[in-house]
């Protein structure tokens, strides 16, 4: 799930900061080095109390190394143990999206910016100087895949009608002049319906402090358009930037907007905040301006300022998503696997007996974070990689007596493990068949070993369960 990190000249100024440093730094324990390099000592030594001086000095520098991060690497690969879901659910505010982004070889990961005029990209010299085309620039160099970047399209029916392709894809919804009440009416919750983002950037309220507008107000305008975006795309989430304050609203006005966005977030667990206007007060962009970050007209973001904007809200989205051990913790889909063995594939032992191909023992099986039903099958993922017990009695009077299906595994990347043409799921519960309704053995393609497949049986109405009474 950790990004693949770019190299080159140009890598540092389109990489996003990670506001948390990366605890996975290496060092180089080397205090236990000299006790073996002073060859001295060792001369004339038994192997066997040679052996017991080593354990006696890693027993006692083991306080002293204890604090000591480990030395960097590539992790391990985690699989899902069967039957044992994640103990404690651990969740972070933009979970959707860090589970997205480790998916993003496979299918899109979606991002969709709404606000006013800084959204659009008023005041930026082109739109590649906005800050949505900075931002978007930055997390396709951190998290990149195979092929050229996509372009940030605008949210119409037409730049949505095609980009199915795997990797970071980006829209932008601003519109210039736009408050809380007008920012995402229906023709933007319809652009959500068809891109079906994982996250959604919300950049507004510097119009809404301009008019006027009681804090109270845009608070509850702001809930409001979460909870028709989330009616719509389910448990997305969301990201509230509180940009730079104008010169002419006060700063306690300005402090109670942001206010009202940390609360937002308090309230609701798929809700960050991105408090950028902290770091543009810091530089006095509404006052002198040394660094130049907002135009002549008090309004509108440089160049500049669309830069220091796309840095802090590139800040917020890594820290909202969590660390990278918070990351390898994650289960977003709630469906008992964590979303880095989904992704890298979760080992189901279990012996197949497909229609078609030889018989299987283990299968390593991809499955979607963001789905907790990966193959539609009506069984989560977790229950199909952990098992159930169908405990079906099968009558096999060639074989001299009865056997009964227990414990069994299921791949989650497949609707029909054994490919009989009944549904996992279906074999389970015993809903196959008007005429008998038995459980059937959803990793074997003859569950009574008479010769015809499950599926074929259902279909003419003899029994699956029992050879040789009309099977």
């Not at 799930?1 to 996003?16: C, I, K, L, N």
């Not at 709404?114 to 739109?127: E, V």
């Not at 810091?282 to 006052?287: I, L, M, P, V």
Request: proline share 7%.
């Amino acid at each position: 799930m950790e990004p693949r990190q770019t190299s080159g000249a140009g890598a540092e100024s389109t990489r996003v900061r990670n506001v948390t440093s990366n605890p996975r730094t290496s060092s180089k324990p080397g205090a236990i080095r000299p006790l073996l390099a002073h060859s001295g000592v060792m001369r004339g030594w038994s192997v066997e109390r040679a052996s017991l001086t080593w354990l006696v000095a890693c027993l006692l520098l083991a306080p002293m190394l204890a604090g000591q991060p480990a030395t960097a690497g590539p992790a391990a690969p985690i699989t899902a143990t069967p039957g044992a879901p994640v103990a404690t659910p651990l969740t972070t505010p933009l979970a959707p999206l860090s589970a997205a982004l480790a998916w993003r070889d496979r299918a899109p990961a979606r991002i969709v910016f709404l606000g006013s005029s800084t959204t659009f990209g008023s005041g930026a010299s082109q739109p590649a100087h906005s800050y949505v085309h900075r931002l978007v620039a930055m997390l396709q160099a951190r998290y990149p895949t195979a092929g050229q970047p996509a372009p940030v399209l605008r949210l119409s029916a037409g730049a949505v009608a095609r980009s199915s392709r795997p990797g970071l894809q980006a829209f932008n919804a601003g519109i210039p002049g736009a408050t809380s009440a007008t920012y995402a009416g229906d023709l933007v919750l319809y652009g959500l319906a068809r891109t079906r983002p994982s996250c959604v950037v919300h950049t507004i309220g510097t119009n809404d402090a301009a008019l006027g507008t009681p804090v109270e107000t845009f608070r509850a305008n702001v809930q409001g358009t979460i909870d028709r975006i989330d009616a719509v795309l389910g448990p997305v989430c969301h990201l509230l930037v509180h940009s730079f304050r104008r010169a002419k609203v006060p700063d306690s006005t300005w402090a109670g907007y942001g206010a009202a966005l940390a609360a937002i977030a308090a309230d609701r667990p798929r809700v960050h905040v991105a408090d950028a206007s902290a770091a543009f007060a810091s530089r006095d962009a509404g006052g002198a301006d040394p660094l130049d970050l907002v135009g002549s007209d008090q309004v509108h973001l440089t160049d500049n300022g669309h830069l220091l904007l796309a840095q802090l809200v590139g800040d917020a989205l890594e820290a909202g998503m969590g660390t990278w051990q918070q990351r390898r913790l994650l289960d977003t889909d709630e469906d008992g696997l964590r979303d880095v063995s989904e992704v890298r594939g979760s080992v189901v032992r279990q012996r197949v007996r497909p229609c078609t191909g030889g018989a299987k023992r283990l299968l390593r099986v991809s499955t979607n974070p963001l789905s907790a039903d990966t193959d539609r099958d009506g069984m989560t993922d977790g229950t199909e990689v952990g098992g159930v017990m169908i405990g079906q009695r099968i009558l096999l009077p060639h074989a001299g007596g009865v056997v009964r299906i227990g414990w069994t595994r299921t791949n989650p990347g497949t609707p029909d493990t054994d490919r009989d043409g009944l549904s996992d799921n279906d074999e389970r519960r015993g809903t196959t068949g008007a005429v008998w309704g038995r459980r059937t053995d959803p990793t074997r393609c003859d569950t009574d070993r008479g010769g015809s497949s499950d599926g074929r049986e259902v279909r003419r109405g003899t029994d699956p369960t029992a050879s040789g009474l009309g099977g």
